[in-house]
């Protein structure tokens, strides 16, 4: 007999071994691994993916059957199934949530069904149920037992449907498109026999006369006012025969004109060959292409991606989030055309769901992609391209935690083929595996063209005037009045959003702050409302203080907004656009607002840390940071890091044509080495400076960490369980491993939770995957009494 094994999606009750479930004969042969199926658990219908399929006899007759199939052909291919048990090991989470990840915004299935009356009858009988409407969510909690019982009555009679909830799934788009097929003879009777007020019919067939034999999509007869209805009529009356085509769904916003690749320089030339060289001869080697912005990378990912094409394999570009990809894309789709495929959070869900079709069948080649791209169903791949490798966008920050670093790699052992991580400012934990030779390391040390790079001063705002009570230095006011003269442009990166970050009561010094969390509202001048970022609160912004009544109550630090206002103030003539969160959410935003720059249709373009990536600018020739300290003033061990990088990659958007670029880098921490390297994008320095630091504090790369958070609604119940968890460490992890904590989170209550960790510092430890393991089984049950246990692997902080 054969048997299906299933790992079914059942919250709170999860586990990584499959259940068994036997395959009914309207199902035998249908269904193979990869596949998501309905299946009976307990008394009720829950969705699955199947995993493996094997002959058992010993099962017989024990097994209940499955009860559907979801989908017709696999959506998770063998590597990707392989990948999904790894991955759970390897992140401490559930098959199901790797499963799903794995597949793309509209290719998963809500686990919520839907109850569908058959009949106006049913509705009216049963009001308690439908409320008078045709379709309800089925929510068995909803419902008393003496109503379970009739809808299950009514299920066993037929006369409700119950169905998946399938509303996120995207479908394909199938065009009908109908021609005539009468000769003019044949059009001439069928007018004789149509009815006089068959108004549509008679237009038709006189269309028919006019062009017999043309394929015309629905859309076109339309316009020309002949109805869907009509057609249908007239394909059962035998005048036109019809047929549907698939339409697939365009992301991309506009073509781009062909594009040859570039005479290498020498640096180039030896990064592509070494590349080339692994993948010619199938090695999973990785490599770390150091190189400073505007060094050449892009095109070496090109040439190589052409080389892996020509070798008729398939090739997988990371980029990190949305932000810097329309530029990047569009190179990659000038050289390879209609190969590439895009998958980003941005994409519609019908977009994705088509994208991921082409990939899935061949179809696309090339994958460029965020994140989640990682799990493209790429068949046959022959590199794998992770640019600005150092961006913590590829740290999924919700389960399963992964690094795509580790994915990269692990597709790339499995696929026999090289890894390419390429940055400016690679992670330390990159750079020191390519020093002991875990990675070959490949540099492009010299902008192309050899453009200086920019000059770079810092001034410290400690002793610095500024203008009128902005943010703004004079030095940098003047400045960027010099570039407005000159008709050139500038870039302007102020790292926090809203238009004041707190307000204050000038007398009394209260702060409104969040009624769920531990933290301060932000003031919104746009929507006139204090918010919350970390749980969406708002409410109005008060006029007096509430406190003491006092008028005096104002904003302070300013935001993105008010830098707006206060540049538009300083420099009335000048076009100013912003980018943040707040001016991208609608989609397309993100790509006007870089278009319009692009054009030179504006001056000035301002905004938080979304500016500083990838963006190529050939006007801009001074770029402003007006608080170099924002991720400084995190109270974490990767605070340098993040700064020497933020500031080193904003700067490299400054000059890279055949203008010299300069940067002013505001900060009240002039001394701090992570500011001052970034001022002469001295990396080497930077990397020898942060590893010794690294070494006191035993901090990754010389540690391996883990990150353990537990929250409840209730501050007690969490410390208690955290402390727990830590003696339960304790007594099973050996001496020599460091347990920090528990301790409550630097902001401790968000909506309500109140959040304590605890960090795992080790180096070789074996006993503490299953330690973990066991962690994890339990968390559900602790889940079941409220409180929700996240395990990180490799954290990205320890705030
Ligand atoms: P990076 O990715 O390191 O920022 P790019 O690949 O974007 O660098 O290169 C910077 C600029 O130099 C781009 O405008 C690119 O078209 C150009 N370029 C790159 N390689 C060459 C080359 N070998 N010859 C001429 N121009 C090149
Ligand atoms: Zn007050
Ligand atoms: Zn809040």
């Given at each position: 007999?054969?048997?299906?094994?299933?790992?079914?999606?059942?919250?709170?009750?999860?586990?990584?071994?499959?259940?068994?479930?036997?395959?009914?004969?309207n199902?035998?042969?249908?269904?193979?691994?990869?596949?998501?199926?309905?299946?009976?658990?307990?008394?009720?219908?829950?969705?699955?993916?199947?995993?493996?399929?094997?002959?058992?006899?010993?099962?017989?007759?024990?097994l209940?059957?499955?009860?559907?199939?979801?989908?017709?052909?696999?959506?998770?291919?063998?590597?990707?199934?392989?990948?999904?048990?790894?991955?759970?090991?390897?992140?401490?989470?559930?098959?199901?949530?790797?499963?799903?990840?794995?597949?793309?915004?509209?290719?998963?299935?809500?686990?919520?069904?839907?109850l569908?009356?058959?009949?106006?009858?049913?509705i009216?009988?049963?009001?308690?149920?439908?409320?008078?409407?045709?379709?309800?969510?089925?929510?068995?909690?909803?419902?008393?037992?003496?109503?379970?019982?009739?809808?299950?009555?009514?299920?066993?009679?037929?006369?409700?449907?119950?169905?998946?909830?399938?509303?996120?799934?995207?479908?394909?788009?199938?065009?009908?498109?109908?021609?005539?097929?009468?000769?003019?003879?044949?059009?001439?009777?069928?007018?004789?026999?149509?009815?006089?007020?068959?108004?549509?019919?008679?237009?038709?067939?006189?269309?028919?006369?006019?062009?017999?034999?043309?394929?015309?999509?629905?859309?076109?007869?339309?316009?020309?006012?002949?109805?869907?209805?009509?057609?249908?009529?007239?394909?059962?009356?035998?005048?036109?025969?019809?047929?549907?085509?698939?339409?697939?769904?365009?992301?991309?916003?506009?073509?781009?004109?062909?594009?040859?690749?570039?005479?290498?320089?020498?640096?180039q030339?030896?990064?592509?060959?070494?590349?080339?060289?692994?993948?010619?001869?199938?090695?999973?080697?990785?490599?770390?292409?150091?190189g400073?912005t505007?060094?050449?990378?892009?095109?070496?990912?090109?040439?190589?991606?052409?080389?892996?094409?020509?070798?008729?394999?398939?090739?997988?570009?990371?980029?990190?989030?949305?932000?810097?990809?329309?530029?990047?894309?569009?190179?990659?789709?000038?050289?390879?055309?209609?190969?590439?495929a895009?998958?980003?959070?941005?994409?519609?869900?019908?977009?994705?769901?088509?994208?991921?079709?082409?990939?899935?069948?061949?179809?696309?080649?090339?994958?460029?992609?965020?994140?989640?791209?990682?799990?493209?169903?790429?068949k046959?791949?022959?590199l794998i391209?992770?640019?600005?490798?150092?961006?913590?966008?590829?740290?999924?920050?919700?389960?399963?935690?992964?690094?795509?670093?580790?994915?990269?790699?692990?597709?790339?052992?499995?696929?026999?083929?090289?890894?390419?991580?390429?940055?400016?400012?690679?992670?330390?934990?990159?750079?020191?595996?390519?020093?002991?030779?875990?990675?070959?390391?490949?540099?492009?040390?010299?902008?192309?063209?050899?453009?200086?790079?920019?000059?770079?001063?810092?001034?410290?705002?400690?002793?610095?005037?500024?203008?009128?009570?902005?943010?703004?230095s004079?030095?940098?006011?003047?400045?960027?009045?010099?570039?407005?003269?000159?008709?050139?442009?500038?870039?302007?990166?102020?790292?926090?959003?809203?238009?004041?970050?707190?307000?204050?009561?000038?007398?009394?010094?209260?702060?409104?702050?969040?009624?769920?969390?531990?933290?301060?509202?932000?003031?919104?001048?746009?929507?006139?409302?204090?918010?919350?970022?970390?749980?969406?609160?708002?409410?109005?912004?008060?006029?007096v203080?509430?406190?003491?009544?006092?008028k005096?109550?104002r904003?302070?630090?300013?935001?993105?907004?008010?830098?707006?206002?206060?540049?538009?103030?300083?420099?009335?003539?000048?076009?100013?656009?912003?980018?943040?969160?707040?001016?991208?959410?609608?989609?397309?935003?993100?790509?006007?607002?870089i278009?319009?720059?692009?054009?030179?249709?504006?001056?000035?373009?301002?905004g938080?840390?979304?500016?500083?990536?990838?963006?190529?600018?050939?006007?801009?020739?001074?770029?402003?940071?007006?608080?170099?300290?924002?991720?400084?003033?995190?109270?974490?061990?990767?605070?340098s890091?993040?700064?020497?990088?933020?500031?080193?990659?904003?700067?490299?958007?400054?000059?890279?044509?055949?203008?010299?670029?300069?940067?002013?880098?505001?900060?009240?921490?002039?001394?701090?080495?992570?500011?001052?390297?970034?001022?002469?994008?001295?990396?080497?320095?930077?990397?020898?400076?942060?590893?010794?630091?690294?070494?006191?504090g035993?901090?990754?790369?010389?540690?391996?960490?883990?990150?353990?958070?537990?929250?409840?609604?209730?501050?007690?119940?969490?410390?208690?369980?955290?402390?727990?968890?830590?003696?339960?460490?304790?007594?099973?992890?050996?001496?020599?491993?460091?347990?920090?904590?528990?301790?409550?989170?630097?902001?401790?209550?968000?909506?309500?939770?109140?959040?304590?960790?605890?960090?795992?510092?080790?180096?070789?430890?074996?006993?503490?995957?299953?330690?973990?393991?066991?962690?994890?089984?339990?968390?559900?049950?602790?889940?079941?009494?409220?409180?929700?246990?996240?395990?990180?692997?490799?954290?990205?902080?320890?705030?």
């Amino acid at each position: 007999m054969q048997v299906a094994q299933v790992i079914v999606d059942v919250p709170a009750r999860q586990t990584n071994n499959p259940f068994s479930y036997s395959i009914p004969d309207n199902l035998a042969n249908q269904i193979e691994p990869g596949m998501r199926v309905q299946v009976p658990f307990g008394n009720r219908k829950i969705t699955g993916f199947v995993v493996d399929i094997c002959d058992n006899s010993n099962f017989d007759g024990k097994l209940k059957p499955i009860s559907d199939l979801i989908d017709l052909y696999p959506v998770i291919n063998p590597e990707l199934l392989n990948l999904a048990d790894w991955l759970a090991d390897q992140t401490y989470s559930f098959k199901i949530s790797c499963l799903q990840t794995m597949l793309p915004g509209g290719m998963r299935t809500k686990n919520k069904k839907k109850l569908i009356a058959k009949n106006q009858d049913v509705i009216e009988q049963h009001p308690t149920i439908f409320h008078g409407q045709n379709e309800i969510e089925y929510d068995r909690g909803n419902f008393d037992n003496k109503t379970l019982a009739q809808i299950l009555n009514l299920q066993k009679a037929g006369e409700i449907q119950v169905e998946y909830d399938l509303t996120n799934h995207a479908r394909p788009i199938m065009l009908r498109a109908y021609k005539g097929v009468l000769n003019s003879e044949q059009i001439d009777e069928a007018l004789k026999s149509v009815r006089k007020n068959a108004i549509g019919q008679i237009k038709l067939l006189n269309i028919l006369k006019g062009q017999p034999t043309d394929n015309l999509l629905l859309s076109k007869w339309e316009s020309m006012g002949v109805t869907a209805s009509t057609l249908k009529n007239a394909e059962k009356k035998g005048w036109v025969s019809a047929t549907s085509k698939r339409h697939v769904r365009n992301p991309f916003l506009r073509p781009v004109d062909p594009s040859k690749p570039f005479k290498l320089h020498p640096d180039q030339k030896n990064a592509v060959d070494s590349i080339n060289q692994a993948i010619s001869t199938q090695k999973d080697q990785v490599f770390l292409l150091e190189g400073v912005t505007g060094s050449g990378k892009t095109e070496v990912y090109l040439q190589s991606i052409a080389h892996a094409l020509e070798m008729g394999r398939s090739a997988l570009m990371l980029v990190p989030e949305i932000t810097l990809t329309p530029q990047i894309v569009g190179r990659i789709r000038s050289r390879f055309g209609d190969q590439v495929a895009m998958l980003h959070s941005a994409m519609s869900n019908g977009e994705r769901y088509d994208e991921w079709q082409r990939i899935n069948t061949g179809k696309a080649k090339v994958v460029v992609g965020v994140r989640s791209a990682v799990f493209a169903p790429l068949k046959n791949i022959g590199l794998i391209i992770m640019d600005e490798e150092h961006d913590s966008s590829y740290k999924q920050a919700d389960n399963p935690r992964y690094q795509t670093r580790d994915v990269a790699k692990w597709r790339a052992a499995y696929n026999h083929c090289p890894v390419v991580l390429g940055s400016a400012t690679p992670s330390l934990e990159s750079r020191a595996r390519a020093m002991k030779g875990v990675y070959t390391l490949l540099s492009l040390p010299h902008r192309i063209n050899r453009h200086a790079l920019p000059h770079v001063s810092i001034i410290d705002m400690k002793t610095e005037m500024t203008k009128h009570q902005s943010v703004m230095s004079n030095k940098l006011a003047d400045a960027i009045q010099v570039r407005l003269d000159k008709h050139e442009q500038i870039i302007l990166l102020l790292n926090r959003r809203g238009y004041s970050s707190f307000l204050m009561c000038r007398d009394c010094g209260y702060v409104p702050r969040c009624p769920n969390c531990d933290i301060s509202l932000t003031m919104h001048k746009d929507t006139h409302s204090l918010n919350c970022h970390y749980c969406g609160h708002t409410e109005p912004i008060p006029r007096v203080c509430p406190k003491c009544h006092s008028k005096r109550i104002r904003g302070y630090g300013t935001g993105s907004q008010q830098l707006e206002e206060q540049v538009r103030n300083m420099f009335p003539t000048a076009r100013v656009l912003r980018m943040d969160v707040d001016t991208t959410r609608k989609k397309g935003s993100h790509e006007a607002i870089i278009d319009k720059f692009g054009a030179h249709k504006a001056d000035i373009l301002l905004g938080t840390q979304m500016i500083a990536k990838g963006l190529d600018f050939p006007e801009v020739t001074l770029v402003g940071v007006l608080n170099a300290d924002s991720a400084l003033q995190f109270p974490d061990f990767r605070s340098s890091e993040r700064t020497f990088e933020l500031l080193t990659q904003v700067s490299g958007r400054s000059g890279r044509a055949d203008k010299t670029g300069e940067v002013i880098i505001q900060t009240f921490n002039p001394d701090h080495y992570a500011i001052k390297l970034a001022q002469t994008q001295d990396y080497e320095k930077f990397y020898a400076t942060e590893m010794r630091v690294r070494h006191e504090g035993k901090y990754p790369p010389y540690y391996y960490t883990v990150k353990l958070t537990g929250n409840s609604p209730n501050e007690n119940q969490t410390a208690s369980e955290m402390f727990g968890i830590m003696n339960f460490l304790k007594k099973n992890l050996s001496p020599e491993a460091i347990i920090l904590g528990p301790t409550p989170k630097t902001i401790t209550r968000i909506n309500n939770h109140y959040y304590y960790q605890i960090i795992i510092k080790y180096r070789r430890e074996p006993k503490l995957k299953p330690t973990l393991d066991d962690i994890l089984i339990q968390s559900q049950k602790k889940q079941r009494q409220g409180l929700q246990i996240a395990i990180d692997n490799e954290p990205l902080d320890f705030m």
